[in-house]
């Protein structure tokens, strides 16, 4: 049997907005094996980012288990979470979420430098950047980019320390088709190459298409998984 990489049990989130409970999440069981290319989806509000936030250990389970490469996330003490968060896992926000003072290779550099020496670092990150068609950008600052230019800075910087685990929310949501399909196809050889899990929530029908499989969230639950048969 495959190794798993995230182990959920009966996970629930909940947000208090004032008097009002939102269940976010209610009663969320999966298992991922490592090396797995999985899709998530669902109508907006269903869950997805704060199900993607729990794995990444960047917000606060309500009650259930999440296990991480065999790691209780739920129970790390902070200084643990943080090495986690920046060791083990890639992130590609929503909104990016780009440090707006640094350039484009900058903020790339500054997750590479987790993982290699400064000069290492560097040839990474120039080199991701290339494979997402941003080295003649890689000197502007996030607020010379388009929407689309700051999410392939995103998915560099995602993917240059070589994580274990990349959760990405919406990650060619402002890509034009053909840009998409071909940041993903890197994602996916990343994937096969290295054994990297891949959790990503996306509308995309080629990435669904190229996925080992996609588990749809509703009301905060997942109703169904499918195979893809391809
Ligand atoms: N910080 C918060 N405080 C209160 N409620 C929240 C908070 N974050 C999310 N929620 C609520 O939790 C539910 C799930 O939100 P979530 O962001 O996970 O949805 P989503 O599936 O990612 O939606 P979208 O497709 O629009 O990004 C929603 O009802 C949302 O309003
Ligand atoms: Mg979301």
Redesign the pocket.
């Known amino acids: 049997m495959s190794e798993l990489i995230v182990e959920i049990d009966s996970l629930s989130k909940n947000?208090?907005?004032g008097e009002i409970t939102?269940r976010?999440l209610s009663g969320v069981d999966l298992k991922i094996k490592k090396g797995e290319f999985i899709v998530i989806l669902?109508?907006?509000?269903?869950?997805?980012?704060?199900?993607l936030n729990l794995i990444g250990g960047i917000d606060v389970h309500t009650s259930g288990s999440i296990r991480v490469n065999a790691r209780e996330i739920t129970k790390l003490k902070e200084k643990e979470l943080t090495e986690f968060r920046k060791e083990d896992v890639g992130f590609i926000f929503?909104f990016y979420n780009l440090i707006p003072t640094l350039t484009a290779i900058e903020n790339v550099e500054l997750a590479a430098r987790l993982k290699f020496s400064r000069r290492m670092a560097y040839e990474q990150s120039m080199r991701i950047l290339k494979t997402v068609e941003m080295e003649d950008k890689a000197h502007k600052f996030p607020s010379q980019l388009s929407g689309g230019e700051q999410q392939r800075v995103a998915i560099a910087r995602a993917l240059v320390k070589e994580p274990k685990i990349v959760l990405a929310?919406?990650p060619t949501g402002n890509l034009d088709t053909e840009t998409g399909e071909r940041i993903l196809s890197e994602m996916l050889r990343i994937c096969k190459e290295k054994g990297t899990t891949f959790l990503i929530?996306t509308h995309n029908v080629a990435i669904s298409k190229l996925a080992d499989y996609i588990i749809y969230?509703k009301d905060?639950q997942i109703f169904g998984t499918s195979k893809n048969q391809s």
């Open positions: 947000y208090q907005s939102v976010a669902g109508p907006s509000g269903s869950g997805k980012t704060t199900l929503q929310d919406e929530v969230l905060g």
